[in-house]
């Protein structure tokens, strides 16, 4: 296979502002062989006509809409993504990302004799591209700390062989928003593929006003219930590998819940009775019981004092 074909997938709603960069990225490549389907999520702005005069200029990029009859979400226009590629590879991607002109070129160099090639990515914001991170991609405890977010892929770290993903029995879960790569990614790791990790930042990660991450930190109840609905998922599926810290991942959960316990308590958010119920049943699960009686005491200090949420950290 001496020029093989990356399949480039990418999810748009409303990007008519950004996903020229994103395309511009994709033309600069010093590696020609590949294609980039997009699907459009039903936006309501320009973003099809930014995305089809691209179409018309250069016939590697294809531009398609979600059906009505398919479940409104970046992982379904992925998975329908999947369905139309040609590629031997598939690089899913996101409407808002960049790549380095050199990425294709070097994935395509060391992803021969692996199942999947992961490589790093920069953080960057909107002003002046500001780089100010860079993700961490290995660890002899893969697994557990993936799951704990110690190591991070995104959707765009991995370069995945085709036929390992069509040996899986689903690709992205439709039912949840956020974490979804997170899941996928998660997946498949459980299927122990060979991995090859490139220590070098190939993309460029966006985070603005409109990022999911920043739904989060606003309190976004739906998302928040997609990150747990994820979380509680994987520890079913982790129930039988002995392998795994299974009470290590449980605290973790609980210590998310207590999180969003202190945020809604600072922020005087409707949902803080919710939070307050799942880290105690957390607590309970995990006989924390001096961890119990120190939120019961915070949650009501803070009603009465409006202070002492410190006592959550």
């Known amino acids: 296979m001496s020029n093989p074909l990356i399949s480039i997938i990418i999810p748009v709603f409303n990007r008519e502002h950004l996903i020229s960069e994103t395309l511009n990225s994709i033309l600069a490549q010093t590696y020609l062989f590949w ?4 699907i459009d999520d039903g936006s309501t702005d320009n973003t099809l ?7 018309v200029t250069d016939n590697r990029f294809r531009l398609f809409k979600r059906p009505v ?29 960049l790549f380095y002109d050199f990425a ?19 953080y960057f914001t909107n002003e002046k591209l500001k780089k100010y991170k860079v993700n961490s991609i290995y660890s002899q405890n893969l697994i557990e700390d993936y799951f704990i977010g110690k190591i991070t892929f995104y959707v765009s770290g991995p370069t995945w062989k085709k036929s390992f993903l069509e040996s899986q029995k689903y690709l992205f879960d439709e039912s949840i928003s956020n974490l979804d790569d997170w899941d996928f990614n ?3 790791l459980y299927k122990k593929p060979k991995i090859n990790f490139i220590d070098k930042s190939l993309i460029k990660y966006r985070i603005h006003d409109n990022s999911l991450s920043k739904e989060i930190e ?26 795994i810290n299974s009470k290590k991942l449980k605290v973790f959960i609980k210590n998310r819940y207590k999180y969003f316990l202190r945020e ?41 004092f409006n202070r002492g949420y410190k006592i959550l950290k």
């Open 186 to 188: 998660l997946r498949m």
């Open 35 to 38: 294609e980039c389907i997009i």
């Open 49 to 55: 006509k930014v995305v089809e005069s691209y179409c």
């Open 69 to 97: 009859s398919k479940v409104k979400g970046a992982n379904s226009c992925r998975n329908l993504g999947f369905d139309l590629c040609n590629g031997d590879y598939i690089k899913w991607f996101d409407s808002d990302d």
């Open 218 to 243: 606003k309190l976004n109840f739906e998302e928040i219930q997609s990150e747990f609905k994820a979380r509680e998922k994987h520890l079913e599926l982790l129930k039988k590998n002995n392998t």
């Open 264 to 304: 809604s308590l600072i922020h005087k958010d409707v949902k803080k009775y919710y939070f307050l119920k799942k880290t105690l049943i957390k607590q309970i699960d995990l006989l924390d019981f001096l961890g119990f009686l120190k939120t019961i005491i915070a949650f009501i200090v803070f009603m009465l």
């Open 104 to 122: 294709l070129e070097k994935i395509v160099n060391k992803i021969k004799d692996f199942d999947v090639c992961v490589s790093k990515l920069e």
